[in-house]
């Protein structure tokens, strides 16, 4: 049975609290669209929450802040539209068991409404989620949607490599490897696999890495509090995304790691929406693997 009803999280932030008794989700009623907690009923957040933010706020909302959580943005990284403060109120609705997340991002450039709807399992620990971007002004915008979600400290990410082969038969490349000015192919955090790419979490490591992949892969997983957290896209065939084409991306510093997701990148006209989908799902009893076939097992055992 999935409840939907206000709270407050950590004592202080107004929440709608949204429960199947196995999986939790709280969405902030200040500002957003923003969900600051996912976590098994009763354990851990999975989410990593700015506290200064959430300190500071609302002395500070026209101030762009972070604040934490899953957020929607639109790529590719804008200094003017992609950080326009999501610092207001937003409209909410609920639909049975699901919940619907609205807010207008307006900016002299830029008009953009933001939606997120979240429906969770009645009875498993998953989530789907559908994010959507509208055009509210008068020209068109070239931009896809992008779906970021702040992973807490400590734990460690992995992202699958497109099917292995041998060097008989396979003579064309089937991904890319993208990175940016500031990735370093010597950090430490890096645990580069056959199969997989994994990158941990340090909190003793302030240094911005990002990277993303540009291949026929759908999902992104993080290792923390001996859980998995695992989030899922569809791959459309022959579009163009973001960034070299990758619709999958990491960014980690000393506070957070995020997992990032992408839909194709596309000219929307006045008035139309872009849609973007994900789904989350959370497994327990999965400590952080230490090496690959550590790895492999645990995602055969979850048939993944």
Known sequence: MVTIQQSILNQKTPVIHISN??????????????????????????????????????????????????????????????????????????????????????????????????????????????????????????????????????????????????HIGNLLPTSSLVLWPYTDLSDPRWRFGYEYLRVQQDLTIPKPLKFGLAANIGWLGYFNHRQMFHKQIRIQENAVYPDLGTPLQIFLDGDFLELETMGPLEIMQPGQTLEHQETWQLFANCPPPRNEPQLIEILKRHNL
């Open 21 to 166: 008794q196995i999986i939790d989700l709280s969405v902030s009623l200040e500002f957003g669209p923003r969900i600051l907690f996912f976590g098994f009923s009763g354990g851990p957040n999975h989410f990593f929450i700015r506290e200064n933010d959430l300190r500071n706020f609302p002395s500070s909302k026209e101030e762009f802040h972070f604040f934490g959580g899953h957020r929607l943005w639109a790529a590719p990284e804008d200094p003017v539209l992609t950080y326009i403060p999501d610092n207001k109120t937003f409209t909410w609705e609920q639909k049975e068991t699901s919940l619907v997340l609205d807010q207008i991002l307006d900016s002299p450039l830029r008009k953009l409404a933001k939606q997120i709807s979240i429906q969770v399992h009645p009875n498993l620990a998953k989530v789907e989620l559908t994010h959507r971007l509208t055009n509210l002004g008068d020209q068109p915008i070239k931009i896809a949607p992008w779906a970021i979600t702040q992973m807490a400290p400590g734990g460690i990410a992995v992202l699958p490599l497109p099917p292995r082969g041998s």
